[in-house]
Nanobody
Framework: QVQLVESGGGSVQAGGSLRLSCVAS????????MGWFRQAPGKEREAVAT???????SYADSVKGRFAISQDNTKNTLYLQMNSLKPEDTAMYYC??????????????????WGQGAQVTVSS
């Protein structure tokens, strides 16, 4: 039983920073492509960032240079560091676990597990 628990959401002014965390459990003999997705009210869900089994990362054009995905294997934790936040970044953010390959923002397997979501609100 895989579980993903998110934390770190909140409100921040434009230009500020937040870090989201996603603690994973129950995948002792499994490996996944890990990623962050977001969905704003009235808009479609989009992939924000992914990290593969070798630590290679992929980012959506809208966040490239501002966001960084990383993981701490000893803590089974996935992170999303968000800097230089813009009002357009306001959304519900979800971490997800998908099959290991492919693993980029433009091509992933269907996510099998999802976190509960963390609200990020950026004011101007």
């Amino acid at each position: 039983q895989v579980q993903l628990v998110e934390s770190g959401g909140g409100s921040v002014q434009a230009g500020g920073s937040l870090r989201l965390s996603c603690v994973a459990s129950g995948y002792t003999y499994s490996s996944y492509c890990m990623g962050w997705f977001r969905q704003a009210p009235g808009k479609e869900r989009e992939a924000v960032a992914t990290i593969d089994l070798y630590g290679s990362t992929s980012y959506a054009d809208s966040v490239k240079g501002r966001f960084a995905i990383s993981q701490d294997n000893t803590k089974n934790t996935l992170y999303l560091q968000m800097n230089s936040l813009k009002p357009e970044d306001t959304a519900m953010y979800y971490c997800a676990a998908a099959p290991p390959w492919p693993c980029t923002v433009v091509a992933t397997g269907t996510p099998k597990y999802w976190g509960q979501g963390a609200q990020v609100t950026v004011s101007s």
